[in-house]
């Protein structure tokens, strides 16, 4: 069985990444875009199938696209 939340946090840090990437931004605006919806639907999918229910303030960080907080919250309890 694949680790869901070491998936999660892939992602999410991903997520992160794209963010940053202010040179696609600003070279390619379209295509930032594009990456960042992939990535925050591929979370999305993620998030939906971890084992419920899940911690409450983790929860709540996915429900809000808290992401950064979700990212501390798997790094501080699944290490």
């Known amino acids: 069985m694949p ?4 998936e999660l946090a892939t ?8 963010i940053a990437d202010r040179e696609l931004y600003a070279r390619d605006p379209a295509a930032h875009l594009e990456k960042l919806k992939s990535v925050s639907e591929k979370i999305s999918q993620l998030g939906a199938a971890l084992p419920r229910p899940l911690p409450g303030d983790f929860e709540h960080y996915l429900q809000r696209a808290s992401y950064e907080k979700a990212l501390a919250w798997i790094d501080a309890n699944r290490t």
Do not use: G, H, K
């Open 3 to 6: 680790d869901l939340y070491a």
């Open 11 to 18: 992602a999410l840090r991903e997520r992160l990444a794209v």
